[in-house]
């Protein structure tokens, strides 16, 4: 409880109460237990981003892309376990044992290192970089990791050195107010349509450079040739 006192000083919830949350039905869904400092996490800010950087998974996300129980963390692992096979990425560990819980403005991801599988409260926290090698390890829980990053005690090192430059707050999510939008035919599709369509769908998407390869299989995926 110590660490969500502690962020709820640096970051302040929201002042409308989130909607309540069956984490049995979650769980059930997952197959898999949470970490307790994950759902007072959860049941306390509500879905949205810390930092106006970074965005966590939650079972009332937005869009499926945002939700914990979405495709997001089976799709992520898919690419981690085909780096690890094919050796064209490194993995420092076995993929079946990281399980996406958010992602970064600039295309990170954020994963619970869940080893071991039946003891969630000691799950670590790992980020990987979004268009290169580097991984970062936080030996503490996701509620922990998320007060050191913000309160400047620990640098992730693929993370903007800018981070800290303005106040920290929590931006909710909010409803998009149409329906997910579907792509123009693939054929007439620049870079800038995808980046378009990927935030419309709740992607983190990067300013610029090259698109992480998850978000255009997406595209690809929903809107098929």
């Known amino acids: 409880m110590t660490d969500l006192s502690d962020l709820t000083r640096l970051c302040p919830p929201p002042h409308t109460q989130p909607e309540p949350i069956d984490w049995d039905r979650v769980e059930a869904e997952l197959g898999m237990r949470l970490p307790e400092d994950y759902k007072l996490l959860a049941s306390t800010y509500g879905p949205g981003r810390f930092g106006d950087y970074i965005g966590i998974h939650h079972p009332h996300g937005v869009t499926p892309y945002s939700s914990l129980t979405g495709p997001m963390p089976a799709r992520v692992r898919a690419y981690l376990q085909d780096d690890h096979d094919h050796g064209s990425y490194p993995v420092p560990r076995d993929p079946r044992h990281l399980f996406t819980i958010g992602a970064t ?17 000691t799950w670590r926290i790992a980020v990987n970089e979004a268009r290169g090698p580097q991984w970062f390890t936080y030996d503490g829980t996701l509620t922990a990791f998320l007060t050191s990053v ?3 005690t620990t640098h992730v090192p693929q993370f903007p050195d800018g981070l800290l430059h303005q106040p920290v707050e929590f931006d909710p999510a909010v409803p998009l107010p149409y329906e997910i939008q579907e792509p123009p035919t693939r054929g007439s599709v620049d870079t ?3 980046r378009d369509w990927a935030r419309s769908n709740g992607f983190q998407v990067p300013p610029r450079g090259r698109l992480p390869r998850e978000i255009r299989e997406a595209w690809e995926e929903a809107h098929p040739a």
């Open 192 to 194: 800038e349509s995808i």
């Open 105 to 121: 403005d600039n295309g990170e991801y954020l994963f619970w290192i869940t080893d071991p599988e039946d003891a969630p409260d």
């Open 150 to 152: 913000l309160s400047g």
